[in-house]
């Protein structure tokens, strides 16, 4: 199974000229879903086909068929590669392991570096390679020369940051800002930056939740994945909305995950406000 | 602004040929779905487009293009013309009622029939006609009459029950299965038949809900249009249930009615579990 | 049935002082609360009881029983009296004048009053009085006036603001904090001011939601009463948003009603952070 | 931090009674609820207080004070002893062997017992025992001479079954029917027994769920201590619905642990329908 994602300026033909593609090369389509956006005039779409094709050779093989200037990506079927990074939290870490473990996901962890070392002894127990960089994991430049090195190491298709509570250096996350995800345990653009759960307490809200979003200079101003949400008790001490907090955000993380390791899903699934600020489909 | 709905055995033309027809019209797509169901091997597709056409004027135009057998259907984009049901309980149809007023749905109340007389007084308020065949509107054979006289007389797209407590005749049911509506304050197949709130009470379940369904000879069981869910209150008596689940019915409503009003959009939001064993748009 | 409610430090004695106060009365305890806030070492309490009496009747006989400081309140189960303000938008309102003509809630409406005009018919079909204060209701002098003249006539013991778009002054707002709720269509504290719910389909969220607060002088930042939240779908419009915001916005304010209208159930429901920061039961 | 559980016959001079002893020990009260069931007539009451007590002391100390016939429980604040029953699938169990690992939770878990022998190494990895009494781990009766010895051994406060698909028999559930949890990924009472997630897509629902349970000798009826739901993507194929269940399951089970390892909660946040039922306190 292969996913096509096709972005573009919207043109009457391009739904024929598409058709055409797909069925020249004999690819049965199993589910597709396409939509314009009135605002920006953008036109997109993604198709799940049984079939298999490079996408610099589909759009090779076709330049008569496809229209000039369109955005044309045959996502991989290959497992995605992970690169987890962790503070000393390890809530969302654990749920990653155990999918990674028990092989529930289409991905592979293939390393985890933490600014801290407390987690190191549990990353090892699960046969994953674990690195911060220093004796303590928190010196910056040693833990930032890790982390590079870990990088290059672990190529990683997606950067997940799992409560990790350093800010990337605008260098860092510039590379590639559709590869990075941070969960951050808030209902995003509320409680931006740090103790959310202890913000949400304090301002009396009745609902909390999770995100989980595509880092960007902007702190946790990133676009959103996928937002979780659960009722708070207000019986509770501070510490109460602290762990359902976590529930819910390992609950959003479990749904980013099936999310964000598709990338090939974004289009239907996260849909026009992600896809229209962000040029996903054509990087 | 149209919707084009197709369903037929999948083939693999099937894409190209409906993106030829669209095409050769002229029409501007807006947004477009399809999917194979792998069950039962079938195609669908619904597709919003700027433009009108009639369903038998597309098929008799396209007959060399579309492959036999195609189901093609043409929604049309006027208000839908409901009929309302009703018993003694007023909060279902008030809401319809408000949305009739103040036009705030694509649909017209042409008439509300009652197998009790409490709420004609409110229904006349609104302007809307009332009736119920009988001094007390109890009186089956009059009542049925009455049903039956409204119906030729209002000649409704859709009969929405909102909280008609009694149980329609197979023969009326039968006429067409898609075309009557019920909404049932439960999270259905869970509590059916009669005092479905006192039913989760004592059941114990934390989670209340609603559904809007298509009505069929099986009592709460015809295929299921939305739900929606509310928490339980566990520390509140037997009322809060019933108290809540008004709220939560009114809520469903709301939502049924959005979708329930464009039988259109059934395609995408509704969706293959209850295309597939319906076959709405062949009808 | 009245309901007790009680704050003031805790001490030891109070549980026990309480619980003799009425005892000695001879009512009936149906359901009672209690909790001590760590942080402020403020005590709280809730208590249902069959039977009735008055408050300072209460303090007043068992002088010697609770300890000094203790501020006690016995609510009223009287239906309370509710004015609405109201823009153009009418779907709060319509929610709130169908609960008052079916008499679904202990409250009744008073009157009406717009700082538009648009409504005034619909609110007199109901046989609600509707005031503006001037020809097109939008002149804020007279409509303050209005307002004012209305706000003594009605003696309200609450004033709903069911999408009301102007700002109330200072002043106004001044006199009884614990008194005005608005509803505004976001999940606050995200979103503030005008345009919620296109701020948040620009936002790109996944979630939407609707806030019932008390109104202060810091706009859209009152303590919340109750949160509502309903998931985006992302193919749409900005049009839907709007639209499944409109639904969200009367489904909390169903909600809310029923907290906001028993103002003697708030201790138990609304809790901790709404107390703390509000002498409610004080005032 | 102890809890206190009284229920009784309601009388009105409980109150006063439980208030005094309360006080008489020195006990300071954080968070105390009570509510009488009308239907039933009986008092429920559960009171968080700082302090350690024995049952048995308490009611011997208090003989004068307490009228007779109340059922007194002080619930132990030490960790809660847990076995785990599993069979193939390792989602819920991982998530326990998770929040075991790294301490977040008030429990232990002793041991683990499988029908199958898939997951053994899983759990040894985590330094936890596993038996199955058998080298297939399915032959009956080794397996149930296995549970049986391990249940000795291990004495477990709580026996959690985390997808075990073996019915036990009521031999074993009748000897403590407060003792045995069980996870449904459904929302009971809809689609008992096996496959629940593909029942659940047959019937064509929109929402899906999971429910916590004591176990009792009706399949899937036992009292309902948690229920979570998450909406259905209808365009997705039936693995889909076993996926997000799979997540709707981890889910519910967080939060069932959160109520389920700390009985004492089970007053307050279970409440009635589950209390008036099972004599969970007086046993």
């Known amino acids: 199974m292969s996913v096509l994602l096709v972005e573009c300026l919207d ?29 920006s005039g953008r ?62 996901w289409k991905a ?6 933490g600014n801290h070392l407390d987690l190191g002894e549990s990353v090892g127990q699960f046969g994953v390679p674990f690195s911060s960089g220093s004796a303590t994991g928190r010196e910056p430049v040693a833990h930032e020369a890790s982390l590079q090195a870990c990088l290059e190491e672990a190529a990683p298709d997606f950067i997940v940051l799992a409560n990790y509570l350093r800010i990337l250096s605008p260098e860092f996350v510039s590379r590639d800002p559709s590869r990075i995800i941070n ?42 994945l996928v937002q979780q949400v659960l009722p708070v008790d207000p019986t509770r ?3 109460a909305p602290a762990r359902s907090g976590r529930d819910v955000e390992q609950f959003a993380l479990a749904q980013a995950r099936q999310l964000v390791l598709k990338i090939e899903s974004f289009f239907a699934e996260i849909g026009r406000s992600f896809l229209t600020d962000h040029p996903l489909i054509s990087r």
Chains 1, 2, 3, 4 share one sequence.
Request: proline share 5%; aromatic share 8%; glycine share 6%.
């Open 43 to 104: 036109f997109f779409r993604r198709t799940e086909f049984d079939g298999a094709v490079d996408s610099a050779c589909l759009v090779e093989q076709n330049k008569g068929v496809l229209p000039e200037g369109v955005a044309v990506r045959v996502a991989s079927p290959l497992p995605k590669r992970i690169m987890v990074l962790v503070s000393r939290e390890h809530h969302c870490l654990a749920d990653l392991l155990i999918r990674n473990q028990f092989g529930t």
């Open 183 to 224: 969960i951050h345990p808030s209902f995003l653009p509320a409680f931006v930056g740090a103790r959310p759960s202890q913000q949400a307490f304090q301002h009396g809200v009745k609902v909390t939740g999770a995100t989980a979003h595509f880092v960007t200079d902007a702190l946790d101003q990133g676009p959103i």
């Open 108 to 113: 592979r962890i293939e390393a985890v570096v």
């Open 11 to 39: 043109r009457r033909d391009l739904m024929l000229a598409i058709s055409r593609v797909l069925f020249d090369h004999g690819f049965n389509v199993v589910q597709s879903q396409e939509f314009v956006d009135r605002e």
């Open 237 to 239: 001490s501070a510490e």
